[in-house]
């Protein structure tokens, strides 16, 4: 025996007695209308008013009675299916996409926009339920948070780029209260001094004043960053700067130089070396570091290294910052410098007066302000500009 199929509820017993009446009166009116070929205008007109509609909407009715089955529950006032702004989907569609979107869309993966459509719409199939347009897909797609889209899809550094600067800028009150270092792989391919051949890019150790954005302290070297380097930048930092432009051959002046109170550097294993440590405790120097995936908190001395690379890039044998600058440059090919060749000597001293520019527009308030004077181990009378 067969089993009975059950008989569709077309809303005869659920609709309300207003809802009723309602459909009764528009069965009523617009079924006469509706077996006419024409209908005129003031037709129309005559049924909206006695409806309280427009004449459009009257149109309408006559052509879904048409489409329909005769019933006066044709007639009846439609839930709304959506709108603007709204879900036309079922329930087990919408949780089919949010399911996928979840699962498949946000992963570093990065399934295309389409690839998850078409992904969605095979479940969808095997479900029997609708497949959805690729532009609803798209549409709750750009309804997901940028911030989450980013980290899920990008990582954190991505999702950095979407959300504001927090926090407030280090409160330093005179020069070398705070110096930040960092280190960099020079963007150049340098040769030696005797058979001129690729010996590798050098690297970098730079150190900024926070409170005059003066560079204060500079290692250039083959090796890779390390204790060592962080030592020598150190005492760069406290030396005088003269002897070691003399032994440059450069005519320039370089004026910064003294202890610093505190050092503010990243996470880096050459910053908390024991070595570094104890001496700078030995010599009453802090040290304090960045919160870790935070490089934005050393932003003023990143600033001056993409500074210093970005003239770096103008010299023979650069590599520049990323291969879509470089094209088809050969790096190695075009390398004609060494450490010591009069054009590097010559560079050195554009850092240098890169540093000496950031002095200028505050020399008046350190010559003025007497707590400055007072400072340890600042030789102020060097220089009076600093």
């Known amino acids: ?173 005179a020069p070398l209260d705070q110096v930040q270092i960092d280190h960099t792989v020079v963007d150049l391919v340098i040769v030696d001094e005797v058979n001129r051949q690729p010996i590798g890019r050098p690297y970098l150790t730079i150190a900024i004043d926070v409170y005059s954005r003066c560079i204060v302290g500079m290692v250039i070297t083959l090796e890779a960053p390390s204790a060592t380097s962080v030592g020598l930048c150190l005492s760069h930092i406290v030396c005088d700067k003269h002897p070691w432009l003399e032994r440059m051959g450069l005519d320039f002046s370089w004026p910064m130089s003294g202890k610093p109170k505190s050092l503010y550097m990243d996470n880096a294993s050459e910053f908390k070396s024991e070595a570094l440590q104890r001496g700078c405790a030995q010599h009453g120097i802090h040290l304090h570091y960045r919160p870790p995936g935070q490089p ?25 910052s990323n291969p879509h600058q470089k094209g088809g440059y050969n790096s190695e090919q075009h390398a004609a410098l060494t450490l010591l060749t009069r054009k590097a000597r010559r560079e050195s001293q554009r850092l240098a007066h890169l540093a000496n520019k950031r002095l200028s527009p505050l020399s008046c308030p350190l010559l003025e302000d007497s707590s400055v004077e007072n400072q340890s181990a600042l030789p102020f009378e060097q220089i009076e500009e600093w």
Not at 5 to 22: C, F, V
Request: glycine share 8%; hydrophobic share 35%.
């Open 1 to 173: 025996m067969e089993k009975a199929l059950p008989i569709k509820e077309r809303g005869a017993l659920t609709l309300s007695t207003e809802a009723w009446e309602q459909a009764n009166l528009r069965h009523q009116i617009i079924t006469p209308l509706s077996k006419q070929l024409v209908i005129g205008k003031l037709a129309a007109e005559e049924a909206a008013q006695k409806l309280g509609l427009s004449r459009r909407q009257i149109y309408k009715l006559i052509q879904r009675r048409r489409q329909g089955e005769g019933l006066v529950t044709d007639m009846a006032v439609r839930p709304p299916t959506g709108g603007k702004g709204k879900k036309r989907l079922s329930e087990a569609t919408e949780k089919v996409i949010q399911d996928i979107l979840r699962k498949t869309y946000l992963s570093r993966q990065k399934i295309s926009k389409v690839s998850i459509w078409r992904e969605i719409g095979s479940c969808c199939r095997e479900l029997g339920l609708k497949e959805p347009s690729l532009n609803a897909i798209c549409s709750r797609i750009s309804r997901i948070d940028p911030l989450m889209v980013a980290r899920k899809r990008e990582g954190l550094s991505a999702e950095r780029k979407l959300q504001p600067v927090g926090g407030k800028s280090p409160k330093v009150n």
């Open 296 to 320: 934005h908190y050393g932003g003023i001395v990143e600033r001056v290294i993409g500074t210093a690379m970005h003239r770096i890039h103008e010299l023979p044998g650069t590599t520049f």
